[in-house]
């Protein structure tokens, strides 16, 4: 007779070589998708790159060197205007 035991009937060796080798296929998936991500987000930084650069571009060749001088004296620097209002406070508090 044969005696039912909750033993398992099977080399636990061979269990962890299988939970191993399942855990690899995983691993090396995973490795796959972050690679294709990166890649995916190079990409796009590129494309972004390229769109700005054709901006910049037609916007350079449609401001005259003149007019880009008139620009800026109309329109000062956001960070001209920022350092002004500043100039100003210390003034007002001396």
């Known amino acids: 007779r044969k005696r ?5 009937h099977y080399d636990p060796r061979v269990e962890e070589f299988v939970v191993n080798d399942v855990l690899s296929v995983f691993k090396l998936f995973e490795e796959g998708e972050v690679k294709a991500e990166e890649e995916e987000n190079r990409r796009k930084e590129e494309e972004e790159k390229k ?3 054709e901006q ?3 916007l350079s060749v449609n401001i005259t ?3 880009k001088w008139k620009e800026v004296a109309i329109e000062p620097h ?3 205007l920022i350092l002004q209002e500043q100039l100003a ?3 007002a508090e001396q």
Request: proline share 15%.
């Open 4 to 8: 039912l035991t909750l033993t398992p």
């Open 56 to 58: 910049q571009k037609k």
């Open 65 to 67: 060197p003149e007019d």
């Open 51 to 53: 769109k700005q650069e």
């Open 89 to 91: 406070a210390q003034k």
């Open 78 to 80: 956001p960070l001209v």
